[in-house]
Every structure is written in C-alpha cells, then in structure tokens.
C-alpha cells in the first residue's frame, strides 16, 4: 500500500500540527521542535524511539524499525506492506496522544 507520507496531520479543529506541541506518552518531554507534524515525521520518530517497555528490544527488531524508517525518510510514497503498517500504528499508539494516533491510524488504514 502506497502512503503519501509528506501529509500533514491536523489537530481537532484542522489546524496544521506542529512539533513541540505534543508531549511523549512515555518521557513526559515535548517531542520536535516546532516543524510540521507529517506522517513521515511522527512514523519515524515513532520508530526510532525506544519505550519503557522496550529495553530490551532485540537488536533485529531495531534494525527492522531503522530499515523501515529510512524507506519512509527516502520516498514520498513509500509501499508499505501490511505488517509495515501493523507496526507504525503500534509504536505511533505508544509515542503519541489520541489525536496523533487518531490522525494517523485513519491514514493508515
């Protein structure tokens, strides 16, 4: 499936959502700094976070994650297959708030 990751995801009222704005659901700390939240942006900072219940990620998982976000880094559109798209929504789920995660499943399905 072909995803347009340079959308621009929108806050409640349709605004344009910037960076910085959320917060990690994790960390607690802000998350960007002030860029437009696109798809690319929140898929690959998703993928390249490690959570709390993560520590002991197995390294070929995280060089799935790190391929997987350098496909969607390179291309506009990348293909995604369906266990890609299983596991954006999965991370995005634990980096993110509703509105992100609400945002970006829709896309995503």
């Known amino acids: 499936m072909n995803i347009n990751v340079t959308q621009q995801l929108q806050d409640l009222d349709g605004t344009p959502m910037i960076t910085g704005k959320q917060m990690c659901q994790?960390?607690?700390?802000?998350?960007?700094?002030?860029?437009?939240?696109?798809?690319?942006?929140?898929?690959?900072?998703?993928?390249?976070?490690?959570?709390?219940d993560e520590q002991e990620l197995p390294g070929e998982e995280k060089v799935k994650r790190f391929h997987l976000a350098l496909k969607i880094t390179d291309e506009d559109e990348p293909d995604l297959k369906a266990d890609d798209i299983v596991l954006i929504k999965?991370?995005?789920?634990?980096?993110?708030?509703?509105?992100?995660?609400?945002?970006?499943?829709?896309?995503?399905?």
């Open 26 to 52: 994790m960390c607690g700390q802000p998350i960007g700094n002030n860029e437009s939240l696109t798809v690319r942006v929140a898929a690959v900072k998703s993928l390249t976070a490690i959570f709390r």
């Open 90 to 109: 999965k991370v995005v789920g634990k980096m993110y708030g509703p509105v992100v995660v609400g945002r970006m499943w829709t896309i995503l399905d």
